[in-house]
Structure formats: C-alpha cells, structure tokens
C-alpha cells in the first residue's frame, strides 16, 4: 500500500511564481525525503528532512515536517521553466527496515515561461 | 563516476520470455534495490539487497528474482514475463554511511513492453 500521498496530482503555473506541493502519509516515520523526476529519466534526490526536523531550505527549495499531521511540503519559489518536472515524495522507516523507502503517485509540475 | 547504470534502456519480450535487467553501481554502495514505475502507481519496491549475498523481498516481489553476488551487480531477473511486467524498472543503489538518513542513487530505467 501507498505510505505518501501527493496533492495536488498536477500543478500548472507561470515563471515566477511559487509552487508547493503536499504529501501526506500514514505512520511513523523516521524521515521523508523529496525527489524530481525528468521525463524519461531516474529520480534525482532534492531534499531529506528527518523526523525531529520541522523545516529544510535548499536553495530556491523549502521543506516542512508535521509529524503530529503527518504531513510535509515542498515549496519551490521563484519557479522556473526548468522545475518542469514530476516530484515524488518518498518516506523512510527505521527499526529493521533498513530505511527502506516508500513513494508516492507523484505531483507534475508544468512551468510555463 | 558512471553512478547507477541500468541496461537495456529499451526492451520488448513475448510472453513467457525470460530476461535479466542489469544494475551496476560504482560508488561501494551496500544498499540496492530495484523498484517498478506504473502510471497512478508511484514506485513501487520490488527486491532490495543490503549487502553480496544477502537479499530481500519488497512491496511487489513476485514474477521476479535477484542475486548480489558482488557489490556493484544488482541483476534482476524476470523468469517467465506477463503482460502485468510491463512497466518502468528502476535500480536504485544508497550510500553505506547509515540507512537511515541517506539518498537514492537511481539509473535511468529500462523501459519494459511484454506482448
């Protein structure tokens, strides 16, 4: 079953302008971490935020952690028309589970320049 | 580095075919895993290795084997294809530096169609 869940599914917005997107999951976590996704090609890395962490900055990216929601954000500010891309969030477990990782169905961002 | 390199990029089977997705990584990492892509579907984790010799079953293992015989090969081998394999895989490889709190490393995909 899905552990992270994305809102919006796609996301359509101009050069400039900020994009945020949303991902929900169901249990404990021990950090969630955020990737992009060209067309055509592997998932890149952008951003990992552990479970005792309220708030990540990367560059022009933001991250936020609600553990008590359950909940996270990716903002992107002063898009560009590069963004153009699909970001997944991914959830991380710890125990034994060897940090095995869980996705979720992934928000398209289109940036119109 | 080359990073995680998957081979085929492209590949077309008939059903009941078998064949090997190759995985190779160049950065000593202990961790590797193979993950399918469906549309509406996200990634989903198909077998994952810790280590040479030592493997696992993920989210959606079944139709599917793997081995790690060395630290950089993660094969991973479809024994008799079916329509529902048709899919984006995914290999995926992690730094040994601590589970917990480190990135995926991804190939580019083999794009799999089974007629």
């Known amino acids: 079953s899905q552990q992270g869940e994305e809102d919006p599914q796609a996301l359509s917005i101009q050069e400039g302008e900020n994009a945020t997107m949303n991902c929900s999951y169901k249990t404990s976590i021990n950090n969630l971490q955020w990737y992009r996704q060209n067309s055509g090609r592997g998932l890149v890395h952008l951003i990992l935020i552990r479970s005792n962490e309220r708030e990540k900055h990367s560059g022009r990216l933001r991250v936020t952690l609600d553990t008590s929601k359950k909940s996270s954000s990716l903002l992107i500010t002063a898009s560009r028309a590069a963004d153009t891309a699909s970001y997944f969030c991914a959830t991380g477990l710890g125990g034994t589970s060897y940090g095995k990782l869980t996705f979720g169905q992934g928000t398209i961002l289109t940036v119109h320049p | 580095n080359a990073g995680v390199t998957q081979t085929p990029k492209f590949q077309v089977l008939k059903t009941g075919q078998s064949m090997t997705l190759q995985c190779a990584q160049d950065?000593?990492?202990?961790?590797m895993s193979w993950y399918r892509q469906d549309p509406g579907m996200g990634l989903r984790l198909i077998h994952y290795?810790?280590?040479?010799?030592?493997?696992d079953q993920g989210e959606v293992p079944n139709g599917y084997n793997v081995s790690r015989s060395t630290t950089e090969d993660f094969p991973l081998r479809l024994l008799s294809a079916a329509p529902s394999q048709t899919s984006v895989y995914f290999c995926?490889?992690?730094?040994?530096?601590?589970?917990?709190?480190?990135?995926?490393?991804f190939g580019n995909g083999t794009r799999l169609t089974v007629t």
């Open positions: 290795s810790v280590g040479a010799g030592i493997t």
């Open positions: 950065m000593n990492h202990e961790y």
């Open positions: 995926a490889s992690r730094d040994p530096g601590s589970y917990y709190n480190s990135p995926l490393h």
